[in-house]
């Protein structure tokens, strides 16, 4: 079982709508970690978040951690066919220094 | 500056034989790691080092063995590879950070490697 749940799998949007992303465990996490991955090439990082409650932005990219640092959700304002990718979350819970763990990832498909 | 670099890039395998995956990067990371990647799995760490002479087992280390003997190389080596083993390989470098905050991993291009 994944200790980070990403939902949903996968998602078919048309360019200029909105979407979430969500990530979510029963763990509380230190830190945790968006990445974008795109076919035959290794993620890159998008944003960490460290603090309960916290929001960053990035261009059109919004990303929360909960209040409880169990769950985080990436949100996407008018989607365009250059944020298609796989979107994966990724957590340091307190006991697992140096131990970086991945959610499945959300394949996000953004048709013109 | 090339980052992270792995090769092969691709290599396929018979159940039994042994190989190793080459990991280099040239910005001085401590820290390095390797990752399998399988579809609907996400990424599962295999083995990371904090530095030259250590290392220490990831979430799923059977079947694998590293060394790091230098602060920019990090292989991977399948003794007797077995079809479970085929998958994506991903290796990462970073800072070692301190406290409850991972640094900026920096992922190389990945090997397929298939195991028949």
């Known amino acids: 079982t994944q200790l980070l749940e990403q939902s949903p799998q996968f998602l078919s949007i048309q360019e200029g709508e909105n979407l979430t992303v969500y990530c979510n465990s029963s763990?509380?996490?230190?830190?945790l970690q968006w990445y974008r991955q795109e076919p035959g090439e290794g993620p890159v990082l998008l944003v960490t978040?460290?603090?309960?409650?916290e929001v960053k932005k990035l261009k059109r990219l919004t990303f929360q951690f909960g209040d409880a640092r169990k769950d985080s959700s990436l949100h996407i304002t008018a989607a365009q066919p250059g944020d298609t990718g796989l979107y994966l979350c990724a957590g340091l819970t307190t006991d697992s220094w140096g131990k970086l763990q991945f959610g499945a990832g959300t394949q996000v498909v953004v048709t013109p | 500056n090339a980052g992270v670099t792995q090769t092969p890039k691709f290599q396929v395998l018979k159940t039994g034989q042994s190989m190793t995956l080459q990991c280099a990067q040239d910005m001085n990371h401590e820290y390095m790691s390797w990752y399998r990647q399988d579809p609907g799995m996400g990424l599962r760490l295999i083995h990371y080092s904090v530095g030259a002479g250590i290392t220490d087992q990831g979430e799923v280390p059977n079947g694998y063995n590293v060394s790091r003997s230098t602060t920019e190389d990090f292989p991977l080596r399948l003794l007797s590879a077995a079809p479970s083993q085929t998958s994506v390989y991903f290796c990462?470098?970073?800072?070692?950070?301190?406290?409850?905050?991972?640094?900026?991993?920096?992922f190389g291009p990945g090997t397929r490697l298939t195991v028949l």
């Open positions: 990462a470098s970073s800072y070692v950070s301190s406290g409850s905050v991972h640094d900026t991993q920096y």
């Open positions: 978040v460290v603090t309960g409650g």
């Open positions: 763990s509380v996490f230190s830190s």
